[in-house]
């Protein structure tokens, strides 16, 4: 409720993935503290996103769009002066390179002006009256009312905000909770929130989500839940909240992406995007190529290619220049991988490259595992981490059939250069999955472009034009003429 407040559930203390030499040895790095909300405190702040949304009423959902562009200009502006502190929390809270985190930062302010910019379109559609028959028609823009905002580790700042900044600018208030992982960068934003937007608008809270955020959803005062993370975490939230029919959802979730190396596919070009498509920051992103088909014809070629692509990566801390591989952010992470890999060696699989799954505490090297089949977790599930399954296929009805049982369907990449081919391949995959992509990786950007996907994978569509849609109805006021209104 724009007020910095005192908490009765004490500190949380967060430390790095990235580990330094201490007395005892090495160690995570010690990084600093976060505030534990109770579930009375965070009740608390629902009560304030509440009285400030006043059933639709309030100062926020009533100002016009231009005066609540202007809160958000002088908050972007309050942003970019925390700019240095900002990314070096990224980079020490998950791990994310430097230069990455950089880029995280720098696409999260492009995409705040892209927003502004979309909603001054949108607006003018408001601005317009219709007339038919004998009826005038004006089509408006209206918020949802309350919002619950909970962003994942792997883009703490800019897929937190691609949901948070449409959500506050369309006229509603918010709860936001910030990931796990990537808690300390939202800090120094506060103050920014807090002199930019009225009181109420925007209520941080910290702490464990298993504590504080079913009470929330039992209120049933939650009306959007926003969230980028697990399938699963969705569902039993969904589940909480009393009237469930009335709640709408905007969620981004898991993911397993295939890509698909045709006989007909230009071998570089695959190696070069399946690299960046499943090892860009250590394939902790849900668009990651997480399975690789590959046609047994080219199979030999291919995984000679593509190990040697990963032997030239550089892993190392991230503000070494140039580096590709750096920690990985959870702490359970490594062990889980190494699980992955043994599963699929008992199961008949081996790691073909040099060094392929070496650890060093939070630093893994990726690992190509082959052939990988149906038996393995690698097959199954999301690995979310720097591994590389490929299975070898014969007939191209097996990577569709693949994705027609799988239970996801966020994106797929499909390579060849037989213009036949990739035409007849885009109508089954487009209809299973949200985007293919051709003799490209898997990617939510640039950030205009719809973002979405089916089965367990989303539920709406976020990007700068959708976001403002997702957290908005289109509303209309009639007028019907009469002789006394008729001029
Ligand atoms: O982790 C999921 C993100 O939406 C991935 O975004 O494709 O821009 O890396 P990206």
Same mark, same amino acid.
């Given at each position: 409720?724009?007020?910095?407040?005192?908490?009765?559930?004490?500190?949380?203390?967060?430390?790095?993935?990235? *580990?330094?030499?201490?007395?005892?040895?090495?160690?995570?790095?010690?990084?600093?503290?976060? #505030?534990?909300?109770?579930?009375?405190?965070?009740?608390?702040?629902?009560?304030?996103?509440?009285?400030?949304?006043?059933?639709?009423?309030?100062?926020?959902?009533?100002?016009?769009?231009?005066?609540?562009?202007?809160?958000?200009?002088?908050?972007?502006?309050?942003?970019?002066?925390?700019?240095?502190?900002?990314?070096?929390?990224?980079?020490?809270?998950?791990?994310?390179?430097?230069?990455?985190?950089?880029?995280?930062?720098?696409?999260?302010?492009?995409?705040?002006? /892209?927003?502004?910019?979309?909603?001054?379109?949108?607006?003018?559609?408001?601005?317009?009256?219709?007339?038919?028959?004998?009826?005038?028609?004006?089509?408006?823009?209206?918020?949802?009312?309350?919002?619950?905002?909970?962003?994942?580790?792997?883009?703490?700042? =800019?897929?937190?905000?691609?949901?948070?900044?449409?959500?506050?600018?369309?006229?509603?208030?918010?709860?936001?909770?910030? #990931?796990?992982?990537?808690?300390?960068?939202? *800090? #120094?934003?506060?103050?920014?929130?807090?002199?930019?937007? #009225?009181?109420?608008?925007?209520?941080?809270?910290?702490?464990?989500?298993?504590?504080?955020?079913?009470?929330?959803?039992?209120?049933?005062?939650?009306?959007?839940?926003?969230?980028?993370?697990?399938?699963?975490?969705?569902?039993?939230?969904?589940?909480?909240?009393?009237?469930?029919?009335?709640?709408?959802?905007?969620?981004?979730?898991?993911?397993?992406?295939?890509?698909?190396?045709?006989?007909?596919?230009?071998?570089?070009?695959?190696?070069?995007?399946?690299?960046?498509?499943?090892? /860009?920051?250590?394939?902790?992103?849900?668009?990651?190529?997480?399975?690789?088909?590959?046609?047994?014809?080219?199979?030999?070629?291919?995984?000679?290619?593509?190990?040697?692509?990963? %032997? %030239?990566?550089?892993?190392?801390?991230?503000?070494?220049?140039?580096?590709?591989?750096?920690?990985?952010?959870?702490?359970?992470?490594?062990?889980? $991988?190494?699980?992955?890999?043994?599963?699929?060696?008992? =199961?008949?699989?081996?790691?073909?490259?040099?060094?392929?799954?070496?650890?060093?505490?939070?630093?893994?090297?990726?690992?190509?595992?082959?052939?990988?089949?149906?038996?393995?977790?690698?097959?199954?599930?999301?690995?979310?981490?720097?591994?590389?399954?490929?299975?070898?296929?014969?007939?191209?009805?097996?990577?569709?059939?693949?994705?027609?049982?799988?239970?996801?369907?966020?994106?797929?990449? $499909?390579?060849?250069?037989?213009?036949?081919?990739?035409?007849?391949? $885009?109508?089954?995959?487009?209809?299973?999955?949200?985007?293919?992509? $051709?003799?490209?990786?898997?990617?939510?950007?640039?950030?205009?472009?719809?973002?979405?996907?089916?089965?367990?994978?989303?539920?709406?569509?976020?990007?700068?034009?959708?976001?403002?849609? /997702?957290?908005?109805?289109?509303?209309?006021?009639?007028?019907?003429?009469?002789?006394?209104?008729?001029?």
């Amino acid at each position: 409720d724009g007020e910095m407040r005192k908490w009765e559930g004490g500190v949380s203390e967060v430390f790095s993935p990235i *580990y330094v030499q201490t007395a005892d040895g090495l160690k995570r790095k010690f990084i600093g503290s976060y #505030p534990v909300c109770t579930e009375t405190e965070a009740m608390e702040a629902l009560e304030a996103a509440t009285k400030a949304y006043d059933s639709g009423r309030g100062e926020w959902p009533t100002m016009s769009i231009d005066q609540r562009i202007k809160c958000l200009e002088k908050f972007t502006y309050k942003m970019i002066e925390q700019k240095d502190l900002v990314v070096k929390l990224i980079m020490w809270e998950i791990g994310k390179s430097f230069a990455d985190s950089t880029k995280e930062f720098d696409r999260t302010v492009e995409y705040i002006h /892209s927003t502004i910019d979309a909603l001054k379109d949108m607006d003018r559609e408001s601005s317009r009256f219709e007339i038919h028959e004998n009826v005038v028609a004006q089509i408006r823009r209206s918020p949802l009312g309350v919002v619950l905002c909970m962003g994942p580790f792997n883009y703490p700042l =800019n897929e937190t905000y691609t949901t948070l900044i449409p959500a506050i600018i369309m006229g509603n208030t918010v709860l936001f909770k910030p #990931p796990k992982h990537g808690t300390l960068l939202h *800090y #120094p934003l506060l103050k920014a929130f807090q002199e930019a937007f #009225p009181k109420g608008v925007v209520n941080s809270i910290y702490g464990r989500g298993a504590n504080i955020i079913p009470g929330l959803m039992k209120s049933g005062k939650i009306n959007v839940l926003t969230l980028i993370g697990s399938s699963k975490v969705a569902n039993d939230l969904k589940k909480l909240h009393p009237k469930v029919n009335r709640l709408r959802a905007v969620l981004s979730l898991d993911a397993k992406n295939a890509a698909i190396i045709t006989p007909n596919a230009d071998l570089k070009v695959a190696v070069e995007e399946t690299i960046l498509g499943a090892l /860009s920051f250590n394939g902790q992103r849900c668009t990651a190529l997480k399975i690789i088909f590959v046609h047994k014809q080219v199979a030999d070629e291919f995984l000679k290619k593509l190990s040697d692509a990963v %032997a %030239a990566l550089k892993m190392d801390m991230p503000w070494v220049k140039g580096v590709n591989i750096t920690p990985v952010a959870e702490p359970d992470k490594p062990a889980y $991988i190494q699980e992955c890999i043994d599963d699929a060696i008992a =199961n008949g699989a081996a790691v073909v490259n040099e060094h392929g799954g070496e650890m060093a505490e939070s630093l893994i090297f990726p690992a190509i595992v082959y052939p990988v089949n149906e038996r393995m977790k690698l097959y199954r599930e999301e690995q979310f981490g720097p591994v590389i399954p490929v299975i070898p296929y014969e007939s191209i009805e097996e990577p569709i059939e693949y994705q027609i049982n799988s239970a996801h369907g966020m994106q797929v990449s $499909i390579f060849s250069n037989d213009p036949e081919e990739v035409s007849s391949l $885009i109508d089954p995959f487009v209809n299973l999955v949200s985007r293919v992509n $051709i003799n490209s990786q898997c990617q939510r950007g640039p950030d205009v472009y719809p973002f979405t996907g089916r089965k367990d994978s989303a539920e709406g569509t976020l990007s700068v034009v959708d976001g403002l849609r /997702s957290f908005s109805i289109r509303s209309l006021v009639t007028t019907k003429m009469n002789d006394a209104n008729k001029h």
